[in-house]
């Protein structure tokens, strides 16, 4: 039987969400309005138009550059929670059951905030809305923010429970490598603080062993370790996730080298393929269509699909309580 996104419906879970690159047009004009430059000016083309990527996207440093203007929009302490609440009723209204929201705290920083006071923008945001979401705190890739990331780190621990559950590395992978980050990753592990780390994307397979050494519990993106089939079947052996966000790494090249088929391979060879987003304006996409998209190009039916909603419960850094109901949620 063919996958529909009406049975999806209720069932979808997104792991691999950067809040910032999935503000709607409509959450773009309110969060504008609140920091009172409203977008009047602007019609719907013309905000959409700041907030995604074209098809004629280069590479990952150019969708990178689509982080500029919403970044501009969450700066405020009520920003930070608006924004945060609107993308949890959105999804809420789209059918998800669950998702990992992810940001860097010092990217909203510019005027004036700490990354703390971020944070508890972000929960505020959070529990305002009665969708079930968790927060992962991204690290950011850049050459002299060494002590940004490590006070990411420490809040992480701080705040880790029921709604931080993770941190992150995310930025320009090509420009500054993987292995720099060892020292950041090191704090996490002896603060107990699980991570995931974009590998693999702009960067080769090893991106993703440097990653792994480092401790990463998952991988996000991870489809250019399909260049090395030794790496490949280490991550099918030891079960660690791959957050395939299928759009976006077409869209930023990460899937030239491998080719598309790279997803279909990951998964025939056994491993953890956990289907996610990344970036639904940036990237112009959300989970459902990943999945319609996917199903499409490897020929999956409903059972497989089925299978890649497990995996991401496997995957996902919720509790064990949580993740018993997702089951019974995907399974029933
Ligand atoms: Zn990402």
Excluded at 119 to 126: C, F, H, I, T
Excluded at 208 to 228: F, N, Y
Aim: net charge negative.
């Amino acid at each position: 039987m063919a996958v529909s996104l009406e049975r999806l419906r209720g069932r979808l879970i997104d792991l691999h969400l950067h809040s910032d690159g999935s503000i709607s047009i409509s959450a773009a004009r309110r969060l504008a309005e609140l920091g009172g430059t409203p977008l009047d000016a602007l019609s719907d083309a013309e905000v959409f138009d700041r907030i995604s990527v074209g098809d004629s996207c280069e590479d990952l440093n150019e969708y990178l550059d689509k982080f500029v203007f919403p970044l501009s929009l969450i700066q405020t302490r009520e920003q930070v929670a608006e924004h945060i609440r609107l993308l949890e009723d959105e999804l809420k209204e789209r059918g998800y059951a669950y998702a990992e929201l992810r940001f860097a705290p010092q990217s909203f920083c510019e005027r004036g905030l700490t990354q703390r006071q971020v944070v508890e923008a972000a929960l505020e945001g959070l529990r305002a809305s009665d969708f079930e979401a968790r927060l992962i705190l991204c690290c950011m890739r850049g050459a002299d923010n060494l002590a940004a990331n490590l006070e990411t780190i420490e809040l992480a621990g701080e705040y880790l429970g029921n709604e931080v559950v993770a941190a992150d590395l995310a930025g320009a992978e090509a420009i500054f490598p993987t292995a720099d980050f060892a020292p950041v990753f090191e704090r996490a592990r002896e603060l107990g603080v699980p991570f995931t780390i974009h590998a693999g994307e702009a960067d080769g397979p090893q991106s993703v062993r440097d990653a792994l050494a480092m401790g990463a519990a998952r991988i996000g993106h991870g489809v250019r370790a399909a260049e090395d089939p030794a790496l490949v079947r280490e991550l099918a052996e030891r079960q660690v996730p791959i957050e395939v966000c299928y759009t976006s790494e077409l869209q930023t090249g990460a899937l030239e080298g491998v080719g598309v088929h790279a997803v279909g391979e990951l998964l025939e060879a056994g491993c953890k393929v956990v289907i996610c987003s990344d970036n639904n304006s940036v990237s112009n996409t959300w989970v459902g269509r990943e999945l319609m998209l996917l199903s499409d190009v490897l020929g999956l039916g409903n059972a497989e699909v089925t299978q890649l909603l497990l995996n991401a419960v496997d995957a996902s850094f919720a509790d064990e309580a949580t993740k018993a109901r997702l089951r019974g949620v995907i399974a029933g």
